[in-house]
């Protein structure tokens, strides 16, 4: 289950604001990236009086020394100033002027000051000039800019210029210059990691070759979000939890942990982790007084993101409808606010609710058009609903976002809708009995085109059906090619086919589908001579000419029913009719596992008896499925389900007893990203036909393959 893309752009794609409003979020930024650290003490040393310096320059230079050495930096440099006032060329004021600027993150300034008097510098300081500056070009680079096409040029430039430096350090002649190696390389990969180039945050991670415990807590956060979006999540929960260990008071590496833990399918740890969370962020927060204004009380922005968390860390648990309460609930208190609008909508999606989920992304694009996660999930929502055109649009205006975890998936789904398909279904019987061939084969193969005009495929279609009967064998054959269009409503096929048996008849299908809304939807379908038509009739040179509807209900994704009717017309004068009603429900659901009911109620008319095929005049069958799905594998673009169902029944067959029949299922279910997915099971049945028990084992083999 992947979610880290989620905690690593929604702490990077902020509200775009210029960069000429940001000074005032200096002093916040540095808080947040740690730089050298000056000794609380021997920062400088007391200037002596001398015939050179007057008492007030002397007493302005203590005064500024004993200000840096306690880390006041604002108010060292103003008195550095005074003395530059009074002596232009005063060597130490000159000198440390710059360091002040440097420490206060003025980086441009106090290069340009330092190259107006290079040589006050040695060959060190000079480093350590670079590498402050190259840390402050990293903290510009976070800024969002209003031209998201130039968001990583600071970020590159520091990488750049830290690279630089590196290469330029000799350790040999130079040993005590190892702490600021280190150092420079600790904001190197802060660096890769802000421009997501993740492979070689690890690179330079393990060049360190320091225990975890001797590197600084901001580097291991920069590591561990490394790892989360190359896929280990294993390691970026150590990483994390030893980060939090040191600086236990950052609210975002708590958040990380969550999704670290989620994507490591650690998800009962992680439902856990969040709900305590979210108890532990207060609702309100305390605005710090300075002693003339008394304190503000202001809604926790934090406390937010953890109530959204806990509601969404519900849906990765399958409890779909406790999310959807409370993340309805969250907006109906935060109606302005368009992460929780983006998760509702994600939900509503997760629950086959696509054209909700719609309303919800252009509510909020209205009012946020820039925001990233609503983009990305409303682009991903058009191809669910076939709107191609509209989807493309926006693909293409995301590709900027290419680094972005789920800017990848957004394309990869777009690639396999535009890609070539092939479907394939095998199945196999063998029965103890012949009413219905003895051992039977059926192969069916259909090859769709790449979308032509966004809504159209071109396919081509083989099907095989061959099996043994007293009479002989019989074997049917169809070679047919049609046209598909889909759009949000609508799927409509037409397809032309050649079919081979005792005689050869060209023949056409006809079928469509009409989605009303999230819900209901309808289908029907023509087809002459029809794939319905028994295998044995076909043996005798007898088809028939099929009509069916169907109505459907989906509540959700743990609840269907639906109603069918098929008629028949055989070349014999025979006519059929058929109704079938289905309903299934979802029981007991967890995390890995569901246990689903669901029942079938099956009856049939015939016009005439004793045809060569089985041919009830009347017939009812009813049967209880009961079964369960288990998610047995799951890693990012792999998943593997197992499922079990027992269908215990009773059939009715007019003129006999109605007596129990029953089917043992076992299947296994992979997809392998969007391109694979692969199905296969086998059964064990027991049926009766004209009041003879047949006892018999079938087995199946589907796969789906997209290809560009």
């Known amino acids: 289950m992947e979610t880290s893309t989620l905690y690593l752009t929604r702490h990077s794609e902020s509200i775009v604001i210029t960069r000429y409003f940001t000074l005032i979020l200096f002093a916040f930024l540095l808080l947040n990236f740690p730089m050298a650290k000056a000794s609380a003490s021997g920062f400088c040393k007391s200037e002596k009086a001398t015939r050179y310096l007057t008492d007030k320059v002397t007493t302005l230079l203590d005064s500024a020394c004993s200000e840096a050495n306690n880390k006041h930096w604002l108010t060292a440099l103003s008195h550095y100033q005074q003395v530059l006032l009074i002596i232009p060329d005063n060597q130490t004021a000159l000198r440390n002027q710059v360091v002040m600027l440097s420490k206060l993150g003025a980086t441009r300034i106090s290069l340009w000051l330092a190259q107006q008097n290079p040589q006050l510098f040695s060959s060190r300081q000079w480093l350590l000039l670079k590498s402050s500056h190259a840390v402050s070009v990293i903290r510009w680079g976070k800024i969002p800019l209003h031209d998201e096409s130039h968001r990583f040029t600071e970020t590159e430039t520091a990488i750049k210029q830290l690279e630089k430096l590196l290469t330029q350090l000799d350790l040999k002649k130079q040993p005590d210059n190892k702490w600021l190696k280190k150092r420079i390389r600790f904001d190197l990969i802060v660096a890769l990691r802000d421009r997501w180039k993740m492979s070689q945050v690890l690179q330079n991670y393990k060049g360190l070759k320091l225990a975890d415990k001797h590197v600084p807590a901001y580097v291991l956060a920069a590591v561990a979000d490394a790892y989360l979006y190359l896929h280990q999540p294993e390691q970026a929960v150590q990483l994390y939890r030893i980060a939090l260990q040191q600086a236990p008071e950052k609210f975002n590496w ?248 005792i005689s050869n008849q060209t023949g056409v299908k006809l079928n469509g589908r009409y989605q009303f809304d999230d819900h209901w939807s309808i289908a029907a379908e023509f087809d002459t001579p029809s794939e319905q038509t028994p295998l044995r009739a076909l043996g005798s040179n007898i088809f028939a000419r099929s009509l069916s509807a169907e109505i459907n209900y989906r509540a959700n994704e743990n609840r269907q029913l639906s109603i069918s009717s098929h008629y028949l017309d055989f070349t014999d004068g025979n006519k059929r009719q058929e109704i079938l009603l289905s309903g299934k429900q979802n029981w007991l659901l967890s995390s890995y596992w569901k246990l689903f009911l669901g029942s079938e109620l099956f009856y049939s008319h015939n016009k005439s008896v004793n045809a060569i095929y089985f041919n009830p005049l009347q017939d009812v069958s009813a049967t209880i499925k009961l079964g369960t799905h288990i998610l047995s594998y799951r890693d990012y673009n792999t998943t593997f389900y197992q499922h079990i169902s027992l269908n215990p029944g009773m059939y009715w067959q007019q003129n006999y007893t109605a007596t129990m029949t029953g089917t043992l299922k076992y299947e296994h279910q992979w997809q392998f990203g969007k391109y694979l997915e692969l199905n296969y099971g086998i059964a064990g049945f027991t049926q009766v036909y004209d009041g003879g028990r047949e006892n018999g084992i079938s087995g199946f083999l589907n796969f789906n393959v997209r290809f560009l």
């Open 254 to 501: 708590k958040i990380a942990l969550f999704y670290a833990l989620v994507e490591a399918e650690q998800l009962e740890q992680a439902i856990a982790y969040i709900d305590k969370l979210n108890k532990q962020e207060p609702s309100q927060r305390k605005t710090r007084s300075d002693g003339k204004h008394p304190l503000r009380i202001k809604p926790n922005p934090h406390k937010t993101e953890t109530e959204i968390l806990s509601a969404i860390a519900k849906a990765y648990a399958n409890d779909y409808s406790l999310a959807q309460n409370k993340l309805e609930n969250l907006l109906k208190q935060a109606p302005a606010n368009q992460d929780i609008r983006n998760e509702l909508a994600t939900v509503y999606a997760w629950r086959g609710w696509f054209r909700q989920a719609e309303q919800l992304y252009q509510a909020g694009l209205a009012v946020e058009p820039k925001h990233l996660q609503l983009r990305l999930g409303h682009a991903q929502n058009l191809i669910a609903i076939n709107r191609y055109q509209q989807a493309e649009k926006s693909i293409i205006k995301l590709s900027k976002f290419s680094f972005d975890r789920q800017a990848q998936r957004l394309l990869d789904s777009w690639h396999s809708v535009n890609a070539y398909e092939f479907r394939q279904q095998t199945f196999a019987q063998n029965s103890s009995g012949s009413t219905k061939g003895s051992l039977s084969i059926t192969s069916d193969s259909v090859l769709f085109s790449h979308p032509l005009a966004y809504h159209y495929r071109l396919f081509a279609h083989y099907r095989h059906s061959q099996s043994n009967f007293p009479e002989g064998n019989s074997t049917a054959q169809r070679e047919g090619m049609g046209l598909e269009y889909q759009d949000t409503n609508w799927l409509l096929s037409t397809e032309l086919h050649q079919n081979q048996f």
